[in-house]
């Protein structure tokens, strides 16, 4: 279990990111963090994964536990080793090599053997990239971009996947992929997930509980279906009205009433 307790981010000692953000992921749940860009969503990843510190960034209060161990202190490789990856927003690929030799990088830390047996498993999951394993990863098209880092982050035998925007850029059908291969991740591998996304639509419809989150502090949290019904996410997150009808853009331009939970 992911416990993420009022945690504080600051970038280069000036730059104060997150204000005492606490979350939960409980074991084999997916759990999503909602809110604009600018949020603070890709740094409560950081914050976790520990990237941070290649950043320039630190936790500088409050503390994060995974297993009921305090894990913000530590390294990244430390925190991959403990059962936890992340797969960073932009589809970040080694674009001069195959897709199995990027899958391979993901399985380092696994015997041979071991690899072979996960690239089967991945193959199984994404069939797409069956087909283009031996396709240099940078003629790739965004959405087999995006199935290859998340393969990638399975060839780690990860227990928390942190999933930063994987539909970010990608058309519908293929997003509508994404998500269903993400949903049987979890009931099938038994993977928690902690899920960042702009698209409150989709992630809400995997989901089973949520948070939203503006200008680096959590404002609302909740079951996914209790947010599907909450007025403010209907209307900033959804595009919908009070009465269930979507905004235009006039309305949109013209609209100033503020959230409530300002």
């Not at 690899?115 to 498993?121: I, P, Q, Y």
């Not at 990638?152 to 994987?166: I, N, Q, T």
């Not at 591998?189 to 959590?218: C, F, P, W």
């Amino acid at each position: 279990m992911l416990k993420v307790n009022g945690i504080d981010v600051i970038y280069k000692e000036v730059i104060l990111v997150l204000k005492g953000v606490s979350l939960e992921v409980f074991p084999e749940k997916i759990v999503c963090l909602l809110g604009a860009n600018g949020a603070g969503k890709s740094t409560t990843l950081k914050a976790i994964s520990g990237l941070l510190k290649i950043e320039e960034g630190k936790v500088s209060d409050g503390s994060i536990e995974w297993d009921g161990h305090r894990i913000d202190k530590l390294d990244a490789l430390d925190i991959v080793k403990r059962g936890i990856s992340q797969v960073v927003e932009g589809r970040i690929i080694f674009q001069h090599l195959t897709v199995e030799e990027n899958l391979l990088g993901g399985g380092l830390l696994c015997s041979r053997q071991q690899n072979k047996k996960d690239l089967e498993k991945c193959y199984a999951y994404f069939p797409m990239l069956a087909e283009l394993k031996s396709r240099i990863s940078g003629y790739l098209s965004g959405g087999e971009q995006q199935m290859l880092v998340i393969a990638r982050a399975l060839m780690g035998h990860p227990r928390l996947l942190l999933l930063d925007e994987p539909s970010l850029g990608l058309s519908p059908m293929i997003v509508q992929e994404i998500f269903r291969i993400i949903k049987t991740l979890q009931s099938v591998e038994k993977v928690s997930i902690l899920l960042v996304e702009q698209n409150a639509r989709a992630a809400l419809d995997i989901a089973e509980y949520g948070y939203v989150m503006e200008n680096g502090k959590v404002v609302l949290d909740g079951p996914c279906d209790t947010l599907k019904d909450n007025e403010d996410v209907k209307e900033f997150y959804l595009g919908l009205t009070a009465v269930g009808a979507r905004k235009s853009y006039r309305d949109v331009k013209h609209y100033k009433r503020r959230k409530r939970w300002l």
